[in-house]
């Protein structure tokens, strides 16, 4: 990305191993994702061209010397966020906080090859190379479904449970699916756009909210005898969000926050008053790659149906386009 609106597909150097934790991998597919239009919208600086993407899946072309977990040859999946999940804030399960934790983004995932930091934490391998067909699934793994999948943990979501998604991107479409998948008794996805209602109805959702801000809310209140939903997720990141959130949830009820938060200010007294657990930030991604990724390997999820535009790589300019102009949920690029 040269700056806001101007993204480029260029020929840089192939990614060698640098430390003997790494790994490069050749992509089998990659994508654009919802928190790239943030700085294509020019709401956060572009101050050089900077390569782009996070979300990868691939097959190991190299390690180096001290990697074990992972060899040439495989499938492999990793998120955002390289990890040694080994360090204490790994373990405790929050791998997007490793201490030696590398954003993947510095090194462009948008590309044919990616060297991956810290393979033996960070990459979780496939029995065999799935098919085409699958691709698309562990593709989402790598972010989209292993973040819905913390904000409906994060909500709390369960059997007994009301959960409401506030944001119908590929995130908010996925906690739906991560909701369902978790047992949640009522899931309302707020969404005025049909396409993407319908993609909700399929992932499991059973009410559809098209309204928003107060009516939101007072829409989310009446659904549930006047009580809010037991857990609200939040995957846009803005104020208007948020706020929808929070005040969507019950006395006691748990709000799972992933939108990338921009110029969100809490209120204090509101947030005393309104009794509401609140968790969520960068979502700890690996901690949930092998459970997701049977889920997909045995077809008990198809998170891939997210992936409603594909182009080549070279075409990734107009896979911005169309997410920008949301002609597009979210864009696969077949490197
Ligand atoms: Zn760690």
């Not at 803005?238 to 809490?266: K, N, Y």
Request: proline share 6%; glycine share 12%; aromatic share 6%.
């Amino acid at each position: 990305m040269y700056k806001p609106g101007d993204v480029r597909v260029e020929e840089r150097a192939d990614p060698r191993i640098e430390l003997p934790t790494d790994a490069v991998i050749r992509l089998s597919a990659t994508c654009v994702c919802g928190s790239d239009l943030w700085p294509y919208r020019g709401v956060q600086p572009v101050t050089e061209p900077s390569p782009m993407g996070h979300e990868y899946v691939g097959v190991v072309e190299a390690v180096g010397g001290e990697v074990t977990s992972v060899r040439p040859g495989q499938f492999v999946v990793g998120s955002f966020w390289a990890s040694d999940n080994t360090c204490e804030i790994c373990r405790a399960g929050y791998q997007s906080a490793c201490v030696h934790r590398v954003p993947m983004g510095m090194f462009g995932s948008q590309a044919e090859y990616l060297r991956v930091p810290l393979a033996d934490g960070t990459l979780v391998a496939t029995p065999e190379v799935p098919g085409a067909g699958l691709i698309p699934s562990y593709l989402a793994a790598s972010d989209v479904l292993g973040t819905g999948w913390f904000a409906a943990d994060a909500a709390q979501a369960g059997p007994g449970k009301t959960v409401a998604v506030v944001g119908d991107g590929a995130v908010g479409l996925l906690a739906v699916l991560a909701a369902r998948q978790m047992g949640a008794e009522r899931i309302i996805a707020m969404s005025r756009h049909a396409d993407r209602q319908k993609l909700a109805l399929e992932f499991g959702a059973t009410d559809i909210v098209t309204e928003r801000g107060d009516e939101g809310i007072a829409k989310i209140k009446e659904l549930t005898n006047g009580l809010g939903a037991h857990s609200v997720v939040e995957a846009v990141g803005t104020q208007e969000a948020m706020r929808q959130a929070i005040r969507s949830a019950r006395p006691g009820g748990h709000v799972g926050f992933v939108g990338v938060s921009h110029d969100v200010r809490l209120d204090g007294m509101e947030m005393f008053w309104s009794l509401v657990h609140l968790h969520g930030g960068p979502a700890p991604v690996r901690r949930y790659l092998p459970d997701l990724m049977h889920r997909i390997a045995t077809g008990a999820v198809e998170p891939g149906k997210v992936f409603d535009l594909e182009l080549p790589l070279d075409q990734a300019a107009e896979g911005y386009r169309a997410m920008d102009e949301r002609r597009a949920i979210k864009a696969l690029l077949h490197p």
